[in-house]
């Protein structure tokens, strides 16, 4: 994924090992809390590369914070310093269709789920990344209650309405706020 803004820049090279540049890792603390705004506008900055990649979305099945660093050269956004767990759409869907289940549980890999179907076999993905990165990172920083006058915020506290709905309205404020990310 050298391609990418979400994974570190590749140095150099020596067979098949490669060298990135420095990330500083991002580790939440308690003072960070003061700056959860800005924070926020990180996080989105990074889902918004997720779904703009090259030719397919990426889907991000190990969201934490501890995965994430931040890089001097990308500003208004987190570099993935652990991405064994990142898919294309595409691969995800391989991997989940058609694998033999029992239960809901069976048809996990990571932070994305699908359900177990009436013949036994897991669906697609039925969570997103919209969904997965509200949960596990913004939800840490503002909890269930907060202001929907922001629009990334207002994308997170509406879980009743249609994603597609949530991820447009996401797309036009990124398109005037994250532009150059």
């Avoid at 570099?79 to 033999?100: C, F, I, K, N, P």
């Amino acid at each position: 994924m050298p391609l990418t803004r979400v994974t570190p820049k590749i140095i150099g090279t020596c067979g098949q090992f490669y060298s990135t540049e420095v990330l500083v890792a991002f580790r939440m603390k308690g003072y960070y809390m003061n700056l959860k705004g800005k924070i926020l506008v990180h996080i989105m900055g990074t889902l918004k590369l997720f779904y703009e990649f090259l030719n397919e979305p990426l889907q991000w099945c190990d969201v934490r914070f501890d995965n994430l660093g931040l890089s001097a050269d990308y500003p208004k956004r987190f570099v993935l310093m652990d991405g064994d767990m990142v898919y294309t759409e595409s691969r995800l869907r391989a991997a989940l269709q058609g694998r033999s289940c029992a239960t809901d549980a069976d048809c996990t890999i990571g932070d994305c789920k699908a359900r177990c179907t009436s013949d036994l076999t897991c669906s697609d993905r039925t969570d997103s990344n919209l969904e997965v990165f509200c949960e596990k990172l913004v939800r840490k920083l503002f909890g269930h209650t907060y202001s929907t006058h922001n629009k990334y915020l207002a994308a997170c506290q509406e879980t009743n309405g249609n994603i597609t709905q949530r991820l447009n309205e996401l797309r036009l404020t990124w398109s005037w706020n994250l532009s150059d990310v």
